[in-house]
């Protein structure tokens, strides 16, 4: 089986993310989404909330909450949980691509770039909301 897994926070869900969420179980027979809970960024919807919503989508099969800054360790857990011989892939939006250092690159079989969406963007949102 061919697994998928996509990391975001999910903050202030819109069309795109239900987009790419959709190119990324297209690609898959079984997708679960990490949802980022991080100290350093302000969160404006409760983690547990973003969860919820993303589990509610049909082509998410599973979701799970990971805090801090560490990935690669919720990952390698989801990895270990799963039993017989499966082909893991990552989605990564397309700019990790240009850093030095692909998060769970060493741990998954395949690292698939997803482009961001182009017709909305959280930190767009917020900056309205704000009034920026």
């Given at each position: 089986?061919?697994?998928?897994i996509?990391?975001?926070?999910?903050?202030?869900?819109?069309?795109?993310?239900?987009?790419?969420?959709?190119?990324?179980?297209?690609?898959?027979?079984?997708?679960?989404?990490?949802?980022?809970?991080?100290?350093?960024?302000?969160?404006?919807?409760?983690?547990?909330?973003r969860?919820?919503?993303?589990?509610?989508?049909?082509?998410?099969?599973?979701?799970?909450?990971?805090?801090?800054?560490?990935?690669?360790?919720?990952?390698?857990e989801?990895?270990?949980?799963?039993?017989?011989?499966?082909?893991f892939?990552?989605?990564?939006?397309?700019e990790?691509?240009?850093?030095?250092?692909?998060?769970?690159?060493?741990?998954?079989?395949?690292i698939?770039?997803m482009?961001r969406?182009?017709?909305?963007?959280?930190?767009?949102?917020?900056?309205?909301?704000?009034?920026?």
């Open positions: 089986m061919k697994i998928g996509k990391a975001g926070r999910f903050e202030i869900l819109h069309v795109d993310h239900v987009r790419m969420l959709k190119e990324c179980r297209s690609q898959c027979d079984y997708l679960i989404v990490l949802i980022h809970d991080c100290d350093t960024k302000p969160s404006y919807i409760p983690a547990e909330e969860l919820e919503i993303i589990q509610s989508l049909r082509h998410v099969d599973e979701g799970h909450i990971y805090k801090g800054e560490n990935e690669e360790a919720m990952v390698r989801i990895i270990e949980g799963f039993n017989g011989n499966h082909f892939t990552m989605f990564h939006s397309d990790i691509f240009l850093s030095d250092h692909i998060p769970c690159e060493d741990i998954v079989d395949c698939v770039p482009p969406g182009t017709t909305t963007s959280s930190s767009a949102i917020i900056n309205k909301i704000k009034g920026i």
